[in-house]
């Protein structure tokens, strides 16, 4: 079973900089896009950027100039890198991975466990 542990969450003023960070661990690890995503109280789960093992990205508009996703394949890590924190960027930001079902065109997702960003002075 995928396993995704997820770290950096934090309290920080704006203006600040934060590093999320998301590893994947399991046995028979294949695993294609990689993305973060994050919910504010009373707001739906929302995309925040995803990148696949080829290294394309996708950025949420609203952090786009800001935000920097990136991976390491090697060690089955995705980042987040947050420069420039909003307080409309507090939130709790969960990993997401898509794993292929061998032989099948099905994609298997896993979430982490969230980790909370607080932006506030």
């Known amino acids: 079973q995928v396993q995704l542990v997820e770290s950096g969450g934090a309290l920080v003023q704006p203006g600040g900089s934060l590093r999320l960070s998301c590893t994947a661990s399991?046995?028979?690890?294949?695993?294609?896009?990689m993305g973060w995503y994050r919910q504010a109280p009373g707001t739906q789960r929302e995309l925040v950027a995803v990148?696949?093992?080829?290294?394309?990205?996708n950025y949420a508009d609203s952090v786009k100039g800001r935000f920097t996703i990136s991976r390491d394949n090697a060690k089955n890590t995705v980042y987040l890198r947050m420069n420039s924190l909003k307080f409309e960027d507090t939130a709790v930001y969960y990993c997401?991975?898509?794993?292929?079902?061998?032989?099948?065109?099905?994609?298997?997702?896993?979430w982490g466990q969230g980790t909370q960003v607080t932006v506030s002075s």
């Open positions: 997401k991975a898509d794993s292929p079902v061998a032989n099948t065109e099905y994609v298997r997702t896993k």
């Open positions: 399991g046995s028979g690890l294949v695993i294609t896009a």
């Open positions: 990148i696949t093992s080829g290294g394309v990205t």
